[in-house]
Protein backbone atom coordinates (compact mmCIF):
# COMPACT_ATOMS: atom_id res chain seq x y z
CA UNK A 1 0.00 0.00 0.00
CA UNK A 2 1.60 3.47 -1.11
CA UNK A 3 2.29 5.25 2.52
CA UNK A 4 2.58 9.26 1.27
CA UNK A 5 5.55 10.83 2.53
CA UNK A 6 6.90 14.01 3.36
CA UNK A 7 10.44 14.69 1.58
CA UNK A 8 13.10 17.38 1.62
CA UNK A 9 16.16 16.94 -1.24
CA UNK A 10 19.03 18.85 -0.70
CA UNK A 11 20.38 19.56 -4.17
CA UNK A 12 18.81 20.02 -7.23
CA UNK A 13 22.02 18.63 -9.80
CA UNK A 14 21.29 15.79 -12.09
CA UNK A 15 20.50 13.05 -8.86
CA UNK A 16 18.68 15.40 -6.53
CA UNK A 17 16.10 17.30 -9.42
CA UNK A 18 15.19 13.88 -11.13
CA UNK A 19 15.11 12.05 -7.52
CA UNK A 20 12.83 14.81 -6.43
CA UNK A 21 10.46 14.65 -9.64
CA UNK A 22 10.32 11.13 -9.42
CA UNK A 23 9.53 10.83 -5.75
CA UNK A 24 6.77 13.80 -6.26
CA UNK A 25 5.28 12.01 -9.52
CA UNK A 26 4.51 8.96 -7.20
CA UNK A 27 2.84 11.46 -5.07
CA UNK A 28 4.99 11.85 -2.07
CA UNK A 29 4.85 15.13 -1.15
CA UNK A 30 8.55 16.60 -1.99
CA UNK A 31 10.51 19.89 -1.18
CA UNK A 32 13.68 20.71 -3.30
CA UNK A 33 16.43 22.61 -1.41
CA UNK A 34 18.97 24.46 -3.18
CA UNK A 35 20.83 27.52 -2.27
CA UNK A 36 21.31 28.80 -5.92
CA UNK A 37 18.92 31.42 -5.97
CA UNK A 38 18.74 31.48 -9.93
CA UNK A 39 18.23 27.36 -10.31
CA UNK A 40 15.00 27.74 -7.79
CA UNK A 41 13.72 30.97 -9.79
CA UNK A 42 14.06 28.86 -12.65
CA UNK A 43 12.50 25.99 -11.20
CA UNK A 44 9.68 27.46 -9.88
CA UNK A 45 8.74 28.78 -13.42
CA UNK A 46 8.80 25.70 -14.48
CA UNK A 47 12.24 25.81 -16.39
CA UNK A 48 14.16 22.75 -16.05
CA UNK A 49 17.90 24.21 -15.75
CA UNK A 50 19.61 21.11 -16.99
CA UNK A 51 18.96 19.15 -20.14
CA UNK A 52 17.30 15.51 -19.22
CA UNK A 53 15.04 13.38 -21.30
CA UNK A 54 11.46 13.56 -19.49
CA UNK A 55 12.57 16.06 -16.76
CA UNK A 56 10.88 19.26 -18.02
CA UNK A 57 7.49 17.42 -18.44
CA UNK A 58 7.50 16.01 -14.75
CA UNK A 59 8.81 19.51 -13.31
CA UNK A 60 5.32 21.38 -14.90
CA UNK A 61 3.11 18.42 -14.34
CA UNK A 62 4.11 18.06 -10.34
CA UNK A 63 4.50 22.14 -9.91
CA UNK A 64 0.93 21.84 -11.31
CA UNK A 65 -0.52 19.10 -9.41
CA UNK A 66 1.70 20.42 -6.46
CA UNK A 67 3.24 17.59 -5.72
CA UNK A 68 6.59 19.59 -5.48
CA UNK A 69 7.65 22.82 -4.25
CA UNK A 70 11.01 24.61 -4.79
CA UNK A 71 13.16 26.81 -2.34
CA UNK A 72 16.46 28.30 -1.04
CA UNK A 73 15.09 28.68 2.63
CA UNK A 74 16.22 25.14 4.54
CA UNK A 75 14.11 25.87 7.65
CA UNK A 76 10.61 25.79 5.53
CA UNK A 77 11.76 23.50 3.49
CA UNK A 78 12.88 20.77 6.47
CA UNK A 79 9.29 22.01 8.03
CA UNK A 80 7.76 18.54 9.15
CA UNK A 81 9.49 15.83 6.90
CA UNK A 82 10.10 12.47 7.48
CA UNK A 83 13.18 11.84 5.31
CA UNK A 84 16.04 14.48 4.20
CA UNK A 85 18.02 13.14 0.78
CA UNK A 86 21.49 14.89 0.27
CA UNK A 87 22.17 14.99 -3.23
CA UNK A 88 25.08 17.65 -3.49
CA UNK A 89 28.06 17.64 -5.56
CA UNK A 90 31.21 15.92 -4.56
CA UNK A 91 33.53 17.08 -7.44
CA UNK A 92 37.30 15.43 -7.65
CA UNK A 93 39.95 17.31 -5.90
CA UNK A 94 42.76 17.39 -7.72
CA UNK A 95 44.65 18.33 -4.35
CA UNK A 96 43.34 15.55 -2.33
CA UNK A 97 42.76 13.18 -5.07
CA UNK A 98 39.93 12.43 -3.97
CA UNK A 99 36.39 13.84 -3.80
CA UNK A 100 35.79 17.24 -2.32
CA UNK A 101 33.20 16.98 0.58
CA UNK A 102 32.69 20.69 1.60
CA UNK A 103 29.09 20.86 -0.14
CA UNK A 104 27.74 17.70 1.30
CA UNK A 105 29.25 18.73 5.35
CA UNK A 106 27.98 22.15 4.52
CA UNK A 107 24.53 20.66 3.03
CA UNK A 108 24.81 18.95 7.08
CA UNK A 109 25.20 21.81 8.81
CA UNK A 110 22.41 23.73 7.34
CA UNK A 111 20.13 20.56 7.87
CA UNK A 112 21.27 20.44 11.76
CA UNK A 113 20.31 23.90 12.09
CA UNK A 114 17.39 24.04 10.59
CA UNK A 115 15.13 21.10 11.75
CA UNK A 116 12.43 20.89 13.91
CA UNK A 117 11.56 17.48 13.73
CA UNK A 118 13.25 14.01 14.49
CA UNK A 119 14.59 12.46 11.13
CA UNK A 120 16.42 10.25 8.58
CA UNK A 121 18.87 11.46 6.76
CA UNK A 122 19.35 10.03 3.86
CA UNK A 123 22.96 10.16 2.09
CA UNK A 124 22.72 9.66 -2.14
CA UNK A 125 25.68 12.32 -2.62
CA UNK A 126 28.78 9.64 -4.26
CA UNK A 127 31.16 9.79 -1.45
CA UNK A 128 34.10 8.27 -0.46
CA UNK A 129 34.22 4.85 2.06
CA UNK A 130 33.46 5.78 5.25
CA UNK A 131 32.12 9.16 5.08
CA UNK A 132 29.02 7.73 6.64
CA UNK A 133 31.22 7.45 9.72
CA UNK A 134 32.12 11.12 9.86
CA UNK A 135 28.81 12.43 9.23
CA UNK A 136 27.66 10.13 12.11
CA UNK A 137 30.56 11.94 13.66
CA UNK A 138 29.33 15.30 12.74
CA UNK A 139 25.19 14.48 13.76
CA UNK A 140 26.81 13.08 17.40
CA UNK A 141 28.35 16.68 17.85
CA UNK A 142 25.54 18.60 17.41
CA UNK A 143 23.91 17.13 20.04
CA UNK A 144 20.28 18.07 18.56
CA UNK A 145 17.16 17.45 20.48
CA UNK A 146 16.04 15.62 17.89
CA UNK A 147 16.69 12.25 16.43
CA UNK A 148 18.29 11.26 13.77
CA UNK A 149 18.74 8.32 11.92
CA UNK A 150 20.85 8.09 8.61
CA UNK A 151 20.81 5.68 5.95
CA UNK A 152 23.14 5.54 2.37
CA UNK A 153 21.37 5.09 -0.53
CA UNK A 154 23.79 5.48 -3.70
CA UNK A 155 22.20 6.59 -7.33
CA UNK A 156 22.47 4.60 -10.38
CA UNK A 157 21.15 7.21 -12.82
CA UNK A 158 22.51 7.29 -16.07
CA UNK A 159 22.53 10.98 -17.92
CA UNK A 160 20.78 11.28 -20.78
CA UNK A 161 18.65 8.71 -19.54
CA UNK A 162 18.43 9.35 -15.66
CA UNK A 163 14.17 9.85 -15.48
CA UNK A 164 14.13 6.21 -16.85
CA UNK A 165 17.05 4.77 -14.70
CA UNK A 166 14.80 6.13 -11.45
CA UNK A 167 11.45 5.38 -12.56
CA UNK A 168 12.25 1.43 -13.51
CA UNK A 169 15.72 0.96 -11.53
CA UNK A 170 17.67 -2.50 -11.91
CA UNK A 171 17.89 -2.24 -8.28
CA UNK A 172 17.48 0.00 -5.45
CA UNK A 173 20.46 -0.29 -1.95
CA UNK A 174 19.66 0.78 0.84
CA UNK A 175 22.37 1.27 3.86
CA UNK A 176 20.63 1.52 7.29
CA UNK A 177 21.53 0.25 10.46
CA UNK A 178 17.99 0.51 11.86
CA UNK A 179 14.15 -0.43 11.44
CA UNK A 180 12.94 3.43 10.93
CA UNK A 181 15.24 3.95 8.45
CA UNK A 182 14.67 0.89 6.81
CA UNK A 183 10.65 1.03 6.85
CA UNK A 184 10.84 4.66 5.91
CA UNK A 185 12.72 3.47 2.62
CA UNK A 186 11.03 1.04 1.80
CA UNK A 187 7.73 3.16 2.05
CA UNK A 188 9.30 5.84 -0.45
CA UNK A 189 10.52 3.66 -2.60
CA UNK A 190 7.15 1.24 -2.29
CA UNK A 191 5.78 2.18 -5.93
CA UNK A 192 8.82 1.67 -7.95
CA UNK A 193 9.83 -2.25 -6.25
CA UNK A 194 8.91 -4.90 -8.33
CA UNK A 195 10.18 -8.04 -9.45
CA UNK A 196 12.99 -6.76 -12.01
CA UNK A 197 13.40 -3.72 -9.84
CA UNK A 198 14.14 -4.95 -5.92
CA UNK A 199 15.53 -3.60 -3.24
CA UNK A 200 18.12 -4.39 -1.01
CA UNK A 201 19.49 -4.22 2.57
CA UNK A 202 22.23 -3.89 3.60
CA UNK A 203 24.73 -1.89 5.93
CA UNK A 204 25.93 1.56 5.20
CA UNK A 205 29.54 0.34 4.39
CA UNK A 206 27.91 -1.95 1.98
CA UNK A 207 25.85 0.57 0.02
CA UNK A 208 28.97 2.82 0.03
CA UNK A 209 31.12 0.17 -1.42
CA UNK A 210 28.49 -0.65 -4.16
CA UNK A 211 28.28 2.27 -5.71
CA UNK A 212 32.29 2.13 -6.21
CA UNK A 213 32.40 -1.10 -7.18
CA UNK A 214 30.02 -0.94 -10.06
CA UNK A 215 30.86 2.65 -11.53
CA UNK A 216 34.13 1.17 -11.52
CA UNK A 217 33.88 -2.60 -12.51
CA UNK A 218 31.68 -0.67 -15.59
CA UNK A 219 34.44 1.91 -16.17
CA UNK A 220 36.98 -1.30 -16.22
CA UNK A 221 34.44 -3.26 -19.08
CA UNK A 222 35.04 -0.13 -20.96
CA UNK A 223 38.85 0.55 -20.60
CA UNK A 224 39.00 -3.65 -21.26
CA UNK A 225 36.92 -2.90 -24.65
CA UNK A 226 39.52 0.11 -25.37
CA UNK A 227 42.35 -1.83 -24.99
CA UNK A 228 41.38 -5.25 -27.08
CA UNK A 229 40.20 -2.60 -30.08
CA UNK A 230 44.17 -1.16 -30.07
CA UNK A 231 44.83 -4.90 -29.97
CA UNK A 232 42.61 -5.33 -32.91
CA UNK A 233 43.05 -2.67 -35.00
CA UNK A 234 46.91 -4.40 -35.25
CA UNK A 235 45.75 -7.83 -36.08
CA UNK A 236 43.28 -6.90 -38.83
CA UNK A 237 40.31 -8.12 -36.13
CA UNK A 238 37.35 -5.79 -36.53
CA UNK A 239 36.19 -4.65 -33.08
CA UNK A 240 32.82 -4.47 -33.39
CA UNK A 241 32.41 -8.60 -34.21
CA UNK A 242 33.96 -8.72 -31.25
CA UNK A 243 31.85 -6.77 -28.76
CA UNK A 244 28.65 -8.53 -30.01
CA UNK A 245 30.55 -12.05 -29.62
CA UNK A 246 31.51 -11.48 -26.37
CA UNK A 247 28.21 -9.71 -25.48
CA UNK A 248 26.25 -13.09 -26.63
CA UNK A 249 28.12 -14.66 -23.40
CA UNK A 250 25.61 -14.20 -20.86
CA UNK A 251 28.29 -14.28 -18.47
CA UNK A 252 30.09 -11.33 -20.23
CA UNK A 253 27.08 -9.45 -21.07
CA UNK A 254 26.44 -7.34 -24.18
CA UNK A 255 26.44 -3.59 -22.36
CA UNK A 256 29.39 -1.18 -21.80
CA UNK A 257 31.41 -3.16 -24.29
CA UNK A 258 31.44 -0.39 -27.04
CA UNK A 259 34.81 0.73 -27.73
CA UNK A 260 35.27 4.42 -27.59
CA UNK A 261 37.68 7.24 -27.11
CA UNK A 262 37.61 6.52 -23.08
CA UNK A 263 35.13 7.06 -20.51
CA UNK A 264 34.35 10.33 -19.82
CA UNK A 265 31.45 12.40 -17.04
CA UNK A 266 31.48 13.62 -13.59
CA UNK A 267 31.30 9.53 -12.52
CA UNK A 268 33.61 7.04 -13.56
CA UNK A 269 36.59 9.35 -13.56
CA UNK A 270 36.33 10.40 -10.29
CA UNK A 271 34.95 7.26 -9.00
CA UNK A 272 37.39 5.06 -10.25
CA UNK A 273 40.64 7.70 -8.66
CA UNK A 274 38.17 7.29 -5.71
CA UNK A 275 38.24 3.50 -5.11
CA UNK A 276 41.81 3.41 -5.96
CA UNK A 277 42.95 6.50 -3.51
CA UNK A 278 40.61 4.21 -0.38
CA UNK A 279 42.07 0.67 -1.45
CA UNK A 280 45.61 2.82 -0.97
CA UNK A 281 44.66 4.25 2.22
CA UNK A 282 43.64 0.71 3.51
CA UNK A 283 47.33 -0.16 2.75
CA UNK A 284 45.86 -2.11 -0.04
CA UNK A 285 48.17 -2.99 -3.16
CA UNK A 286 45.09 -3.65 -5.95
CA UNK A 287 46.43 -3.59 -9.19
CA UNK A 288 43.43 -3.94 -11.39
CA UNK A 289 41.52 -1.29 -9.35
CA UNK A 290 44.87 1.15 -9.56
CA UNK A 291 45.06 0.95 -13.12
CA UNK A 292 41.90 1.23 -14.35
CA UNK A 293 42.18 5.04 -14.78
CA UNK A 294 45.34 4.88 -16.31
CA UNK A 295 44.22 2.65 -18.66
CA UNK A 296 41.75 5.27 -19.79
CA UNK A 297 44.10 7.93 -20.02
CA UNK A 298 46.04 5.96 -22.20
CA UNK A 299 43.27 5.51 -24.78
CA UNK A 300 42.71 9.25 -24.73
CA UNK A 301 46.46 9.69 -25.18
CA UNK A 302 46.98 7.15 -27.83
CA UNK A 303 43.95 7.91 -30.20
CA UNK A 304 45.18 11.90 -30.17
CA UNK A 305 48.88 10.67 -30.82
CA UNK A 306 47.22 8.97 -34.26
CA UNK A 307 45.59 11.65 -34.85
CA UNK A 308 48.58 13.62 -34.67
CA UNK A 309 50.32 11.24 -37.11
CA UNK A 310 47.67 11.28 -39.46
CA UNK A 311 47.88 15.41 -39.61
CA UNK A 312 51.78 14.80 -40.03
CA UNK A 313 51.38 12.02 -42.68
CA UNK A 314 48.72 14.80 -44.71
CA UNK A 315 50.46 18.19 -43.80
CA UNK A 316 47.73 19.46 -42.62
CA UNK A 317 47.21 21.59 -39.59
CA UNK A 318 43.24 21.73 -39.34
CA UNK A 319 39.94 19.82 -38.88
CA UNK A 320 36.58 19.25 -37.40
CA UNK A 321 35.75 17.32 -34.37
CA UNK A 322 32.26 16.58 -34.24
CA UNK A 323 30.77 16.17 -30.54
CA UNK A 324 32.23 17.63 -27.42
CA UNK A 325 29.83 15.94 -24.61
CA UNK A 326 31.27 12.86 -22.67
CA UNK A 327 28.69 10.17 -24.47
CA UNK A 328 25.44 11.54 -26.81
CA UNK A 329 22.05 12.31 -25.40
CA UNK A 330 23.60 15.02 -22.30
CA UNK A 331 25.05 18.55 -22.78
CA UNK A 332 27.84 17.28 -20.24
CA UNK A 333 31.44 18.60 -20.92
CA UNK A 334 32.97 17.70 -17.64
CA UNK A 335 35.95 14.83 -18.42
CA UNK A 336 34.86 15.01 -21.97
CA UNK A 337 37.76 12.95 -24.30
CA UNK A 338 36.85 14.76 -27.23
CA UNK A 339 37.90 18.19 -25.23
CA UNK A 340 41.14 16.17 -23.63
CA UNK A 341 41.77 15.14 -27.30
CA UNK A 342 41.78 18.77 -28.24
CA UNK A 343 43.68 19.71 -25.60
CA UNK A 344 46.46 17.06 -26.29
CA UNK A 345 46.84 17.63 -30.05
CA UNK A 346 46.78 21.43 -29.18
CA UNK A 347 49.38 20.82 -26.79
CA UNK A 348 51.84 19.33 -29.11
CA UNK A 349 50.77 21.49 -32.73
CA UNK A 350 50.91 25.18 -31.97
CA UNK A 351 49.13 26.11 -35.15
CA UNK A 352 46.59 23.68 -35.04
CA UNK A 353 43.03 25.44 -35.96
CA UNK A 354 40.29 23.21 -34.64
CA UNK A 355 36.33 23.47 -34.71
CA UNK A 356 34.69 22.25 -33.04
CA UNK A 357 30.22 21.25 -33.19
CA UNK A 358 27.89 19.57 -30.76
CA UNK A 359 24.26 19.97 -31.09
CA UNK A 360 23.86 20.54 -27.00
CA UNK A 361 26.95 21.40 -25.56
CA UNK A 362 28.70 24.03 -26.86
CA UNK A 363 27.55 26.72 -24.64
CA UNK A 364 29.48 25.11 -21.73
CA UNK A 365 32.92 25.86 -23.67
CA UNK A 366 34.37 28.96 -22.28
CA UNK A 367 34.88 31.63 -24.96
CA UNK A 368 38.65 31.61 -24.22
CA UNK A 369 39.12 28.23 -25.38
CA UNK A 370 41.35 28.33 -28.76
CA UNK A 371 38.15 26.61 -30.67
CA UNK A 372 35.75 27.59 -33.19
CA UNK A 373 32.39 26.51 -32.35
CA UNK A 374 30.80 25.38 -36.00
CA UNK A 375 26.80 26.97 -36.19
CA UNK A 376 26.23 25.61 -39.37
CA UNK A 377 27.67 21.62 -39.33
CA UNK A 378 27.16 20.98 -43.03
CA UNK A 379 29.21 24.42 -43.49
CA UNK A 380 32.04 23.12 -41.50
CA UNK A 381 31.98 19.85 -42.62
CA UNK A 382 32.54 21.31 -46.61
CA UNK A 383 35.20 23.59 -45.03
CA UNK A 384 37.89 20.46 -43.46
CA UNK A 385 39.23 17.86 -45.09
CA UNK A 386 40.21 15.98 -41.53
CA UNK A 387 36.98 15.21 -39.22
CA UNK A 388 36.69 13.20 -36.34
CA UNK A 389 33.71 12.04 -34.78
CA UNK A 390 34.10 11.91 -31.36
CA UNK A 391 30.43 11.91 -29.89
CA UNK A 392 27.49 9.38 -31.14
CA UNK A 393 25.15 11.79 -31.31
CA UNK A 394 21.93 10.33 -33.60
CA UNK A 395 22.11 13.30 -35.82
CA UNK A 396 25.65 12.38 -37.00
CA UNK A 397 24.36 9.22 -37.72
CA UNK A 398 21.58 10.31 -40.18
CA UNK A 399 23.89 12.59 -42.70
CA UNK A 400 24.27 11.54 -46.03
CA UNK A 401 27.33 9.85 -46.98
CA UNK A 402 27.70 12.20 -49.91
CA UNK A 403 28.90 14.85 -47.91
CA UNK A 404 32.18 12.91 -46.85
CA UNK A 405 32.88 11.88 -50.17
CA UNK A 406 36.62 13.68 -50.14
CA UNK A 407 37.30 13.86 -46.72
CA UNK A 408 39.51 11.41 -43.96
CA UNK A 409 37.40 10.71 -41.52
CA UNK A 410 38.20 9.32 -38.10
CA UNK A 411 35.40 7.41 -36.85
CA UNK A 412 35.57 6.59 -32.85
CA UNK A 413 32.00 5.67 -31.89
CA UNK A 414 31.49 3.57 -35.09
CA UNK A 415 28.71 6.24 -36.31
CA UNK A 416 29.18 6.58 -39.67
CA UNK A 417 30.56 2.69 -40.74
CA UNK A 418 28.42 3.35 -43.65
CA UNK A 419 31.58 4.99 -45.10
CA UNK A 420 33.21 1.73 -44.64
CA UNK A 421 33.76 1.32 -48.17
CA UNK A 422 35.89 4.89 -48.67
CA UNK A 423 39.63 4.52 -48.75
CA UNK A 424 39.45 7.15 -46.20
CA UNK A 425 37.38 6.50 -43.54
CA UNK A 426 39.21 5.32 -40.14
CA UNK A 427 37.38 3.40 -37.51
CA UNK A 428 38.63 3.12 -34.11
CA UNK A 429 39.80 -0.69 -33.61
CA UNK A 430 39.15 -1.55 -37.17
CA UNK A 431 41.49 0.66 -39.36
CA UNK A 432 42.47 3.10 -36.75
C1 LIG B 1 27.39 6.42 -14.84
C2 LIG B 1 26.70 5.09 -14.52
O1 LIG B 1 26.34 4.42 -15.73
C3 LIG B 1 25.45 5.30 -13.66
O2 LIG B 1 24.88 4.05 -13.28
C4 LIG B 1 25.85 6.08 -12.40
O3 LIG B 1 24.77 6.32 -11.54
C5 LIG B 1 26.48 7.40 -12.82
O4 LIG B 1 27.64 7.13 -13.62
C6 LIG B 1 26.85 8.16 -11.57
O5 LIG B 1 27.70 7.68 -10.80
O6 LIG B 1 26.22 9.18 -11.28
P1 LIG B 1 27.07 8.32 -16.70
O7 LIG B 1 28.36 8.90 -16.21
O8 LIG B 1 25.92 9.21 -16.93
O9 LIG B 1 26.54 7.18 -15.68
O10 LIG B 1 27.40 7.67 -18.10
P2 LIG B 1 27.52 6.21 -18.74
O11 LIG B 1 26.41 5.99 -19.67
O12 LIG B 1 27.76 5.20 -17.72
O13 LIG B 1 28.85 6.40 -19.62
C7 LIG B 1 30.09 6.74 -19.01
C8 LIG B 1 31.16 6.84 -20.08
O14 LIG B 1 31.47 5.55 -20.60
C9 LIG B 1 30.78 7.69 -21.28
O15 LIG B 1 31.87 8.51 -21.64
C10 LIG B 1 30.48 6.69 -22.38
O16 LIG B 1 30.72 7.20 -23.67
C11 LIG B 1 31.44 5.57 -22.02
N1 LIG B 1 31.00 4.26 -22.52
C12 LIG B 1 29.92 3.64 -21.99
C13 LIG B 1 31.72 3.65 -23.53
O17 LIG B 1 32.72 4.19 -24.04
N2 LIG B 1 31.31 2.41 -23.97
C14 LIG B 1 30.24 1.78 -23.45
O18 LIG B 1 29.94 0.64 -23.90
C15 LIG B 1 29.51 2.41 -22.45
Redesign the pocket.
Known amino acids: MFVKKNIAIIGSGYVGLVSALCFADMGHNVTAIDKDTDKIAKLNKAISPIYEAGLENLLKKNLANKNISFTTNFAEGLKNKDACFIAVGTPYDEKTQTSNLSYLFSALDDILNNISNDIVIINKS?VPLGTAELIKQKIEDYKTKYKIYLASNP?????GRAVKDFQFPMRIIIGIEDEISEKLLKDIYRPFINESSPIISTNIASAELIKYAS?SF?ALK?SFINEIAQIATKTGANIEDISYSMGLDERIGDK???S?PG??????PK?TISLAHSAKELSLDLPIIKNINFSNNLTVKNIADKIDLLLQQYNMSDLLVMGAA??AGTDDIRDS?PLKIISYLQEKRKNINIEIHDPFALKHIAENVNLKKSQDLKKSIKDHKLIIIATEWREYQELSSELFLDKIVIDLRGVLRKLANNKNYFQLGVNF
Do not use: I
Open positions: TEFLSQNLVFLKGYGGSCFDFKQ
